[in-house]
């Protein structure tokens, strides 16, 4: 099915305009590269605007860069610019590349259950502009959220998860989703996606998670951490893959607390550390500034 985006894609900050572009570029690291893609860059006509580069060893290590720059036309520049980019970075250094238009905002579904924190928060970033994504859905396994999802002018769909056997549902939200995002959101969807899912799913899929794990796994996990005295909470955000709560980690953040705090206390003030975190890995990777290294990441 094909779901019909009705978000703006402009907000406070202002519209990006089309001729601006965004080039990834990561692999083996060797003399010249950067000359290389300011060269390729150059020849077409392109300004940068602003470069961000590194390398995990300078000796036969891996090298990661980031490039924004503008270029008139760049729609009917692109094709010229992309073979130029296979042939010079490609096939003649091995290096993997990817080439985007920064106003071309990432559709971006969410998934959610019954908390809504993690969920609002991101509607309503996106709302004013301070994420450049669209959302064209929210799914979630329970009817909570509905009503807030919908007033925002969002689709919402539900979709019950099912006993043991999950396959159904899993089905249904790929039939949803299928090329109809760019990116997945987990917004506290307490549910675990199947390595069958994830393989089908075709886009990357972010999870936000309290910082206990795996400390403190299970139900009730902030009363847990009350009872064993702990004086830092946080969250993480990160990749999703088959190893559960292992993937590679977008962003994380903590607050202090002390013995005065009551286990509602820390509930509230993980949940604000949860908004933050997310929020930040998503806006990033939306702003193409996430770089995947195995397990790693690298940020720009």
Partial sequence: MTVVDIQPRTGRAGTLTADEGVLLVQGPDGPGIVAAISRVLTAHGANIISLDQYSDDPDGGHFFQRTVFHLQDLAAARPALEDALALDLGADRGLEWKLTVRAVAKRVAILASTSDHCLLDLLWRHRHGDIPMTVPMVISNHTAVAEDVRQLGVPFFHVPAGDADKSAAEARILELLRGNVDLVVLARYMQILSADFLAHVGVPVINIHHSFLPAFIGAGPYRKAKERGVKLIGATAHYVTEDLDEGPIIEQDV????????????????ADVERLVLARAVTWHCQDRVMRNGRETVIF
Avoid at 255 to 270: E, I, K, M, S
């Fill in 255 to 270: 607050v202090r607390v002390t013995h005065a705090d009551t286990a509602a206390d820390l509930q509230r003030r993980g």
